[in-house]
Structure formats: structure tokens, C-alpha cells
């Protein structure tokens, strides 16, 4: 059974922050509707922070890791040791997430949520029932006692953040083998076969990919999960990473935190958070529309627009780190524009 709290409801958006903020956008001395979709998102930030001025200064990073039993099927281009070795990566400075987030003044958190890495490691969260998953295609990757764990392991991590009063958060993810437990979630959740949304992770080839896709939709077929609860899916085919960022998700929507998604596994745990706690989806505010092939659908699934497509498929919280400039944007736009009052410019097309 999961935790009682994850699926009580999230806030209420702000309507009548969101009504100013639609006014003050009409005030703002361009014509109406030139700054596109950053308009909207100011609008919804307003709402969701329930505040006149929206924000996306304070953005802690957090990126959970877990490895997947699943790869022993031979489904990811990159052997799994490489979860660990890029864990200690992230907490040396090293990797793209890092970069990232010394580049927007982020802090940076790393969670072993699962992987095969025994005892602490230097800069690292251990918050772990169990050293990575166990191989879907045989058995079920997680007990629900498991399952129960990755989820208040997110809460925890947001519980940390909330120290700092975050605007936003972003959560990020590192685990060879998870673009395929991500297809066989969202395969699923979605009830398709794995064919039209697994992808090519790190780098399989086209006879890699459909080996891929065999794999997930046999699992589907031994656990009997197709159009099952997500949580009897995350049991049979889920990720310990995947799970801790379904959970900090519900606890930042309940916090009233938005949250900036990344690219295709936090989608798809994004997906699962939805399905589990559906008062958490306005709080999911779209980043970038990852290579990866079922991002897509995933993105439809969830009923947001990502906001960039640059091919990217890192993960680590990266799309949603290159995205946040365009949040800050929008919200500095909303709160520092003059009023054509203000500035004295006519506010009436001919
Ligand atoms: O975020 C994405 O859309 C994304 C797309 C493809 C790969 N990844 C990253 O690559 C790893 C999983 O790939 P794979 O091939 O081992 O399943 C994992 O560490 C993810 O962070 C991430
Ligand atoms: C090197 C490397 C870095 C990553 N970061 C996220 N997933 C990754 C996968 C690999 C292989």
C-alpha cells in the first residue's frame, strides 16, 4: 500500500492570481499577446505560486539515481556501472547537471534512491530500500513495501529543499537501463505496445531498440499490467529512481511547489504521479521535448507542450536546467515591464 499522503490533494490554483496576472499581462506595453507562450507561463505561475509576482529565481536541483535489474537482458548501449560513476560525477562537479547548475546558481542534489553502490559515498543522499531493481523481464521489480520507500525517499528530498523556499524545483534522474523500464511504465500506463514508444536510450541501434521493445512487452504480458494502477505497474516494472521522483513530485504539487519537467524518464514518472495523485498535474510545467522516441506521447499523455526540442536525450535534469532561462524570462517580463499607463504608450491597435 502507498503512503496515505500521496494521494491527498494538492492546492487549489490561485484564481484570482491568475486573473491579475492575465490583466496585467493585457497592460504591459506590447501588443497583445507578443511574447507568446511566456505570457501563459507567467499566467500559470501566477496561479500556481498564488502570488502577483511569479518567480523562478530559487531552483534546487535534485537528481535521484537507481539501477535496473532490467539490463541484465542486454538493453541499454552503456554498462551499468556507469549509474554509479556518474553518481560521484554529479557530487564532484563534473557532469552536465553540475555545469548547469553552477551555471544558474541551482543547488545541486544527489540521491542514491537504488543503486548498486554498498554504503555512503561522499556528496550523496543514501535514501535506498534496496540496491536496484530486480529484473522485470523474470519477476516484479519492486515489493510494494519497495515501492512505498522510493516514494517518501522523494518526499524527504522535497522535504529538504522546502528548507530554502524554492520557487521551482527540478528533479533530474541518472540509471542505465531506465529509458526501458520508462517504456514499460508508460507502455502501460498508456496501454500501447512497447513498439511505439521505446527508444534508443543511450544509443541502441534499430535491432537494439526492437530487442527493447520485445523485452518490455513481454514483461507486460508475465505481470499482466497493461491498463493496470500505477502503482501495481511501478511494482511489477518500475524504477526506484523513477518511483522517489513520482513521490517528490505529489509532495512539491502539495507544497505548492511547481515543478520544471525534464525529459522522458521524469515524464513518465511525472505520468505516474498523475495517475496516482491527477491534482498534481497543473503543477507540472513542460521543459524541452527530449530525442527520445515516446517523449512525445508521454508529453500528449501528461497534456503540456514542451517549450524546446533541441534533441537532447542526457536526462539528468538537464532539459529542464537549459529551460529555466525562459521561465526566468517570462516572470521577469511580467513583474519589470512598465504599463502602457505607465510609459505612456496609446494601448489601442488601429
Ligand atoms: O531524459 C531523457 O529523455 C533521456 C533519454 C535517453 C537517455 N537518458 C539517460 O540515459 C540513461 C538511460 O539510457 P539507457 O539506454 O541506459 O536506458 C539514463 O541515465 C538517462 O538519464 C535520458
Ligand atoms: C556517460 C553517461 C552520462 C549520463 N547521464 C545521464 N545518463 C547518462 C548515461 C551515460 C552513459
Known amino acids: 500500500m502507498l503512503p496515505e499522503w500521496v494521494t491527498q490533494n494538492c492546492p487549489e490554483i490561485s484564481a484570482v492570481h491568475r486573473e491579475a496576472a492575465i490583466v496585467r499581462q493585457a497592460q504591459l506595453t506590447k501588443p497583445a499577446g507578443a511574447l507568446g507562450r511566456l505570457e501563459q507561463l507567467a499566467i500559470e505561475l501566477a496561479g500556481l505560486q498564488a502570488t502577483e509576482q511569479p518567480r523562478a529565481s530559487r531552483v534546487p536541483i535534485i537528481v535521484f539515481a537507481g539501477d535496473h535489474g532490467i539490463v541484465a537482458q542486454g538493453v541499454s548501449a552503456y554498462p551499468q556501472a556507469v549509474t554509479i560513476a556518474m553518481m560521484a560525477n554529479f557530487a564532484s562537479g563534473g557532469a552536465a547537471i553540475s555545469v548547469l547548475a553552477r551555471e544558474l546558481g541551482s543547488s545541486l542534489e544527489v540521491v542514491d534512491a537504488g543503486t548498486l553502490a554498498l554504503g555512503e559515498m561522499a556528496g550523496i543522499v543514501t535514501d535506498k530500500p534496496r540496491s536496484g531493481t530486480r529484473d522485470f523481464s523474470v519477476e516484479a521489480a519492486l515489493t510494494p513495501a519497495e515501492l512505498a520507500f522510493a516514494f517518501e525517499a522523494g518526499q524527504r528530498a522535497v522535504a529538504r529543499a522546502k ?30 505496445s512497447a513498439e511505439e514508444i521505446a527508444g534508443s536510450g543511450t544509443g541502441v541501434d534499430a535491432a537494439g531498440r526492437a530487442h527493447k521493445a520485445r523485452v518490455i512487452d513481454a514483461a507486460i ?15 511489477a516494472v518500475g524504477g526506484l529512481e523513477i518511483a522517489a521522483i513520482s513521490g517528490a513530485i505529489i509532495a512539491a504539487a502539495q507544497a505548492r511547489i511547481p515543478v520544471l519537467v525534464d525529459g522522458f524518464i521524469v515524464s513518465v514518472a511525472a505520468l505516474a504521479a498523475v495517475r496516482l495523485n491527477p491534482s498534481c498535474q497543473p503543477f507540472l510545467l513542460p521543459s524541452h521535448q527530449s530525442a527520445e522516441q515516446g517523449h512525445r506521447l508521454v508529453l500528449r499523455a501528461l497534456d503540456v507542450q514542451p517549450l524546446i526540442s533541441l534533441d537532447l536525450r542526457l536526462g539528468e535534469g538537464s532539459g529542464a536546467a537549459i529551460a529555466l532561462p525562459l521561465v526566468r524570462s517570462a516572470c521577469a517580463l511580467h513583474n519589470g515591464m512598465a504599463t502602457f499607463a505607465q510609459a505612456n504608450v496609446p494601448d489601442r491597435p488601429n
Open 221 to 235: 504480458a508475465r505481470h499482466g499490467v497493461a491498463g493496470a494502477s500505477a502503482e501495481k505497474i511501478l511494482c
Open 163 to 192: 528548507a530554502s523556499q524554492p520557487d521551482l524545483l527540478i528533479f533530474g534522474e541518472m540509471g542505465i537501463g531506465n529509458t526501458t523500464t520508462s517504456a514499460a511504465i508508460a507502455a502501460s500506463l498508456l496501454g500501447i
